[in-house]
């Protein structure tokens, strides 16, 4: 073999690695070639070590994950000699990672082996050419934006996986702190779950029968229906979804187009005829005050958009979209007076969720939020979050030292909601101050700070849901975090035995109480669960 050509007797080229260094002359980056052979006993101990480090990176996963601690649920296998273990659950990084130095071969490579492993290299990994940009292969499904690629990085490094070996544990964490600080520049938050499908909880099939709807419910079927009658067949197809579609009901995120799928017609699809049908259903779903909610966070998200020029060009880098044109409507099951049916709108910090159940209607989960919370569009003057943060002040300040010392559980704020988007099903314990420790001034104010947030659903449908909060009041805790008395920069929590309210302010954008999310869930009656339950 002519090791200076890189050739062999048979003309062929020496099969190459997916280590990667510059030339002496600079010319980009090339593949380094497959040449290391190590020695048998050297193979044999580094396999040794090998076996038992995935061991106790399987053990160490079982445990932070939670794995195998329930009955009938079994721990993840510490993977075969040599290899780490795989769990598909977690989508964790593919065992077969020809990077790493563990999975050498214990014999001597064969040429025919080392071809082998140079094509599984090019497989896996993305390398550089010269005038040609980035390349990586990939399954055909997979996602290409460059910012979906960004985040399946961010979260392998997220998931407490064994570590990446040689110079590759370098080059990573390189591109995370650089694609890190554009996401910063892009203003955007995100949740460590979005909409995942297997955290959905599992509902029974469809009732045999429905209670009879009222008036109320009978106005909202038949603004549905007069909306989907102005689509087009493309466009019905488009934004019909079956009721049992579990992953089309948890399909809602605070995150922006590009950084989140979203399914159905977006609003930009939608002629103005289409448009004020879909106002008018919106309407009859939502008070007053939820419909005003609503244009004003599609209103901030044009503001946001319209951010300047660098802003702007950062978000088309990465394939983010903001504005109220990003914004998608869809329906699962069709709507119905004898049936269930429910509609989701929503989008960059905005999801609807209402399942409408006979005489039934229910917003949760719903997602609201902004950024900027305060700002003046078309002569208006918005300020989105305006009677909460004002009742939780109002609240703060009403406490003994006492009722203070229970009240604030932490003295940091959480980075995010604990129950957002992919937490479905997931119930989170009481703490802070109870309202059985409160006199009845300051359960006043708790109660007017629980209705600001259930208040977004019309009043209808909300009379009996506030009745159920003067049942539950002594039992629900009122929870504080962070700065304190200023509620607009700390995060709170509501959680009663049927329902669960967060406040979290964001530091991304510099002023924490101009960038908030919100959530407000039904324990149990999310997506009215318990409704289909009971038929």
């Not at 061991?55 to 939670?66: I, T, W």
């Not at 466009?235 to 992953?247: G, K, N, S, T």
Request: charged content about 25%; some cysteine.
């Amino acid at each position: 073999m002519d090791r200076r050509s890189g050739q062999d007797g048979t003309g062929g080229r020496r099969p190459v690695s997916g280590g990667s260094r510059h030339n002496a002359d600079g010319r980009g980056l090339e593949l380094r070639a497959w040449s290391a052979r190590i020695p048998p006993a050297s193979v044999r101990t580094q396999q040794r070590d090998c076996a038992r480090h995935h061991a106790q990176a399987a053990e160490a996963r079982n445990e932070a994950f939670g794995i195998g601690d329930q009955a009938g649920e079994p721990a993840l296998p510490p993977g075969r000699p040599g290899q780490a273990a795989h769990d598909h659950r977690h989508d964790r990084r593919r065992d077969d990672d020809p990077t790493c130095p563990h999975l050498l071969p214990c014999r001597t490579r064969t040429p025919a082996r080392a071809v082998a492993q140079a094509a599984q290299w090019r497989r896996l990994r993305c390398r550089w050419r010269k005038g040609r940009g980035a390349r990586e292969r990939r399954p055909a499904n997979a996602n290409s934006r460059p910012m979906a690629r960004f985040l399946s990085c961010w979260h392998r490094i997220h998931r407490m996986e064994e570590p990446m070996c040689n110079g590759s544990r370098t080059r990573h964490w390189r591109v995370v702190a650089v694609l890190s600080g554009a996401l910063i520049l892009g203003g955007c938050a995100f949740s460590a779950g979005h909409g995942n499908p297997e955290n959905t909880p599992r509902f029974p099939a469809l009732p045999a029968s429905t209670p009879p709807a009222d008036l109320q419910t009978l106005r909202i079927v038949a603004a549905a229906e007069d909306f989907l009658a102005t689509l087009t067949a493309r466009q019905r197809a488009a934004i019909l979804f079956a009721f049992d579609d579990r992953a089309q009901r948890a399909r809602w995120s605070n995150l922006p187009e590009g950084l989140f799928e979203r399914r159905g017609l977006r609003w930009a699809e939608l002629t103005a005829e289409q448009r004020a049908a879909l106002r008018d259903v919106l309407t009859n779903v939502l008070s007053p005050k939820g419909l005003a909610v609503v244009d004003a966070i599609l209103a901030a998200d044009d503001l946001l958009d319209d951010s300047g020029p660098i802003d702007r060009f950062v978000d088309r880098l990465w394939g983010i979209r903001r504005g109220s044109d990003w914004y998608y409507v869809s329906f699962l099951g069709e709507p119905a007076a004898d049936r269930p049916w429910m509609l989701q709108f929503g989008g960059h910090h905005l999801a609807i969720n209402a399942t409408v159940v006979g005489p039934h209607v229910t917003l949760a989960p719903m997602l609201t939020g902004a950024e900027p919370v305060r700002f003046v569009a078309n002569g208006r003057t918005f300020d989105i979050f305006g009677e909460e943060t004002a009742a939780a002040t109002l609240l703060m300040d009403s406490l003994s030292e006492v009722q203070r010392d229970r009240a604030v559980v932490g003295a940091r704020r959480p980075t995010d909601l604990a129950l957002g988007s992919g937490r479905d099903g997931t119930r989170l314990p009481a703490v802070g101050l109870p309202a059985s420790a409160m006199h009845a001034a300051q359960k006043a104010v708790l109660f007017a700070l629980i209705e600001a947030r259930m208040g977004l659903l019309n009043a209808d449908d909300l009379a009996p849901k506030l009745g159920q909060v003067r049942e539950d009041l002594d039992e629900i805790h009122f929870a504080w975090f962070g700065p304190q008395p200023d509620a607009g920069t700390g995060y709170w929590r509501i959680t009663g035995p049927r329902l669960f309210i967060e406040f979290s302010p964001q530091t991304r954008g510099g002023d924490p109480s101009n960038h908030v999310h919100a959530i407000y869930r039904e324990f149990g009656q999310d997506y009215g669960a318990a409704w289909l339950e009971a038929e």
